[in-house]
């Protein structure tokens, strides 16, 4: 089993709609959790971070860690064709990070 | 722009062969480590490095070897090379401890024929 599940998606939403994004990770020991975005030809740029459960918000972004179900999701809100890449969650533990499948993401102008 | 420079950009190897990667870390970050990146997965974490040492290591063979330089360069090293190691290779450089602060290059793309 990996230690973070994240459905691949695809996901095509139109322009304005709200982007649900959510993984599922196993390692009860994981404390740090983030979502990275990756465009086509370039490396993971982090995009939120949170640190245990609870809700962070960054402008149209808003990560959600519930750490009693497991469960890590990011919202975008008025998505907009840029936001268009592949999504990664992952978790930090000690030395590496777990990164999930991504799921790559189209908004359709 | 990214601090994290890796080259070479794109690769092709025949099976068998042996394969160096290059990183260039982000300035003052003293920690290295090495993904790979199949297609349509995640990266996958092979090896860290922290002062010239290996540190941690994901379920990688001992094939896959790394060396870090005091100047905070890195390299992947790959022997007897496979189809499946067919991939985008990763380097992320972060400070010692940081969780959220790694910052990733672009990536080398290996395609082993």
């Known amino acids: 089993q990996k230690e973070v599940e994240q459905d691949p998606g695809p996901l095509s939403v139109p322009e304005g709609a709200i982007v649900s994004l959510n993984c599922t990770y196993s390692?009860?020991?994981?404390?740090?959790f983030m979502w990275y975005r990756q465009y086509s030809r370039k490396g993971p740029e982090l995009l939120m971070y949170?640190?245990?459960?609870g809700n962070k918000e960054d402008g149209r972004f808003t990560a959600q860690v519930d750490k009693s179900s497991k469960y890590i999701s990011l919202f975008i809100r008025d998505s907009q064709p840029s936001d268009s890449a592949t999504y990664l969650c992952?978790?930090?533990?000690?030395?590496?990070?777990?990164f999930g499948a991504g799921t790559t993401v189209t908004v359709r102008a | 722009e990214t601090g994290v420079t890796q080259s070479p950009t794109h690769l092709i190897k025949t099976r068998g062969q042996q394969v160096t990667l290059r990183c260039s870390s982000q300035?003052?970050?003293?920690?290295v480590s090495w993904y790979q990146q199949a297609l349509g997965q995640g990266p996958q974490f092979i090896f860290q490095?922290?002062?010239?040492?290996?540190?941690g290591r994901g379920n990688f063979p001992p094939r896959f070897s790394g060396l870090q330089f005091p100047n905070y360069s890195s390299e992947l090293n790959v022997n007897a090379l496979e189809l499946d190691d067919s991939a985008l290779y990763l380097c992320?450089?972060?400070?010692?401890?940081?969780?959220?602060?790694?910052?990733f290059g672009s990536g080398t793309r290996l395609t082993v024929v």
């Open positions: 992320a450089s972060s400070l010692t401890g940081d969780r959220y602060g790694y910052t």
């Open positions: 390692n009860s020991a994981f404390q740090y």
């Open positions: 949170t640190y245990s459960s």
């Open positions: 992952a978790s930090a533990n000690d030395y590496k990070l777990s």
């Open positions: 300035s003052g970050h003293n920690t």
């Open positions: 490095y922290y002062r010239e040492e290996e540190n």
